[in-house]
């Protein structure tokens, strides 16, 4: 598997390597639609842009959509585009002020800074992209590439995967640093239609929610044995590399477990103060996330598992031996995502205690597996999940009726299965990898 570094090292655009291997390529639903759009192509290839190929849910879906893009005929590829720290350091800004947080406010040197490395980037997109082909950017990184692409007769759309429901001045300042850069895109994708600024005009903007792979190693079903062995395997039920933890998880006891990235808006410290103060024994908490020296983009990771680490130090020891620290490699997307999947088929309830979500990959896995669900009530997370119809939603600054919410589904075991299976069912006809590539199919459609 090639890692980020290998991708992004000196060079400022790299393809990502993307095998085919798809089976939807002989779906009827897809392969009628997407053989139809080819001649429309007329020759010309479709390019999605990130800046990272590891590590976050766009990476993630990146990977599956474009294999299964090009299993129906489409000259899909995917273009990671490189930066300096620095420029990184503001874009984690930006998506904090989207996610409508307070961030230190926008300076004439940021507007510089964003400027030249989008449009140096741009520049870089030219060895690979040509006028004609479509481009999907992704995200705040991308989109001051947006004008530079138009004016070499790029067909664009941008999507943004982040957002926030309610308007802050946080959020609306953050739009207005980046108005000058979609004016004008002819196309824009969110997750959720509230996500949109109100400078847009609504008729150039779809609404696409993300989808999961169920042939993926992170979501196709294992064996009980299976999950042993691959929870062995980072260390979870013994001693070995990968997880921080006074003694092993012991068998049969309930576990209580969050996957994200080691991310403020995550809110993993968040969750372990919730679990230590309410919710007792026997239940165990796990808190597991990727590597932060895997994930190029995100400058916040270290400091934020350095903090999440500290504060399991502080616990009491009787305390601290139910709470567990795992650290996942990236450099291995298929090992990481069959550990991820067991850690999720282990789980007896899957948290998601976000302060804000553009949109809950994590949850959504969750739903597949049919896990019992706390999640906060906050952004993309209302659209998949219904309070007590597939999960049970709660305030994220509330500890205690975050505890209280996972006790009664730890008490309930009834009630947790009833849930668990709605949410796979609601998963099963929102969220498959099926209808995006429809959704996708539509948005080329339109660009063309």
Sequence with gaps: MTSQQDLTEQHAVTEVPVEDASRLGEDPRLSGPAADLVPLLAGARVWHVSSTATGGGVAELLWSSIAHQ??????????????????????????????????????????????????????????????????????????GMAPHLLDAGVRVAWRCHVGTRSATEWAEATWEFLRPHLVAVPRFVFTVADFAPPYLDSSRVAVMTPSIDPDTAKNRELTPRQCDELLASVG????????????????????????????????????????????????????AGPDPADVLDDPEGAAMFAQVRAAREALAPPLRERVHLTVLSLADMAANGLVVNAIQRRST???????????????????????????????????QIADREQGLLVDPLDLPAFGAAVNELLNDPSLAASLGSAARRACAEKFLVTRELLDYLDLYRTLI
């Excluded at 302060?355 to 896990?371: D, I, Y």
């Design 70 to 143: 090009r299993a129906l005929g489409l000259p899909a590829g995917w273009l990671v585009a490189d930066a300096e720290p620095e420029f990184f350091h503001l874009t984690k800004r930006i998506h904090h002020g989207l996610h409508g947080r307070a961030t230190t406010p926008f300076t004439a040197a940021d507007d510089r800074l964003y400027r030249a490395v989008t449009a140096r980037t741009a520049t870089a997109l030219a060895e690979h992209v040509r006028a004609g082909d479509v481009v999907l950017l992704h995200d705040p990184q991308t989109a």
């Design 349 to 383: 309830v899957v948290v998601q205690k976000s302060l804000q979500e553009g949109f809950g990959l994590t949850v959504t896995e969750a739903m597949w597996k049919a896990r019992p669900i706390v999640a906060s009530a906050v952004g993309g997370l209302l659209a």
């Design 236 to 287: 979870l039920l013994g001693s070995g590399a990968g997880t921080i933890q006074d003694r092993p998880l012991p068998p049969e006891v309930p576990l209580v477990t969050q996957v994200s990235r080691w991310d403020p808006l995550k809110d993993m410290v968040g969750v372990l103060r919730a679990f230590a103060d309410h919710v007792p024994p026997p239940a165990h908490l796990l808190l």
